[in-house]
């Protein structure tokens, strides 16, 4: 428990000095756009490898990402009917706000230093994940709001998965595991070494990307948006953890995925589809603090 607490402090003081570089100039919001690249091009990947390698597929991997698809699936739908009555880039707000789990640049980061052994679950829900963050959610939300924004080629949409580096080392990882081939331990120290810096480059970001200056109008609609998605995912978790029958460590990771913050991706489409940039930057920075506190909580609880 208080290896627990001492991790999660240190994140927070991570994002607090990052954000305080952001405040006296030393660095900026742009900075974290490098940092970004950093993550998703390298450590990122490295930390997927470390985690997949000599991994035996299980069908519990093929489970998890098939959660990955259904519950993103059923939180946009469930999103897009609580807003029906609204406009459009309203309902579309809570729709992405509601669906998309920010697990590559939160999630693995925060588990990768209490349980390693966790990442392959945590990846494998991930890919689920990521078929709808890049496809499937923008075309759910298209159809429940009456717009036509997103990208209707299937095929285009599968291809251009491929273009994350972290989607491509998920599969790659994911095939020499089913040919159970692994890495010699020679090269997976070099991984190693990127992996390392993960954690704090993600944390680092995030203090970075921080934004707090809302108005009041704006500050109540997060409110019930991040009310509306933590209550559901304290559900999915209770859910989760008492009644799939399940490892225990699936279900502690299926417990912080159902806790992890608003997606990367997701807040870019938030503002694609209408919502004001500052209400999207504030939506995705409360919602990392607020999993943070509940993650941590939850393993507090559980361990």
């Known amino acids: 428990m208080l290896a627990v607490l001492l991790q999660s402090l240190q994140f927070l003081l991570v994002i607090l000095v990052a954000y305080l570089f952001k405040k006296a100039e030393i660095l900026k919001s742009t900075d974290g756009i490098v940092l970004q690249k950093i993550i998703l091009n390298l450590t990122l990947p490295a930390t997927i490898v470390v985690g997949f390698n000599a991994v035996t597929v299980e069908p519990i991997l093929f489970i998890m990402i098939s959660l990955g698809l259904l519950s993103n699936l059923g939180l946009v739908m469930f999103g897009g009917y609580l807003w029906r009555k609204k406009d459009a880039p309203n309902q579309s707000l809570m729709m992405f706000s509601q669906a998309g789990y920010n697990i590559g640049n939160f999630t693995i980061p925060f588990v990768q230093g209490f349980f390693p052994a966790a990442i392959p679950y945590i990846g494998s829900f991930d890919m689920g994940n990521a078929l709808m963050i890049f496809g499937g959610t923008p ?13 209707k080629n299937l095929f285009r949409t599968l291809l251009g998965l491929f273009r994350s580096p972290s989607f491509t080392t998920y599969i790659i990882m994911f095939i020499l595991a089913l040919a159970s081939i692994a890495l010699p331990e020679n090269i997976l120290s070099v991984f190693r070494l990127f ?5 704090f480059l993600a944390m680092f970001m995030v203090g970075l990307y921080l934004d707090i200056a809302i108005d009041k109008e704006s500050l109540q609609k997060v409110m019930t948006l ?8 304290v559900v999915l978790a209770s859910l989760f953890y008492f009644f799939l029958p399940l490892p225990d460590i699936v279900r502690l990771s299926l417990v912080l995925l159902a806790l992890a913050p608003i997606g990367t991706v997701s ?11 500052s209400l999207a ?3 995705a920075s409360i919602s990392i603090i607020v999993s943070l506190i509940l993650m941590t909580l939850a393993l507090v609880f559980i361990l």
């Open 195 to 199: 992996s390392s810096g993960n954690a």
């Open 281 to 283: 930057s504030f939506l």
């Open 139 to 151: 075309v759910l939300v298209d159809k429940m709001t009456h717009q036509d924004r997103s990208e």
């Open 226 to 233: 991040l009310f509306t998605r933590y209550t559901i995912g």
């Open 267 to 277: 807040t870019i489409n938030i503002i694609g589809y209408g919502t004001e940039r």
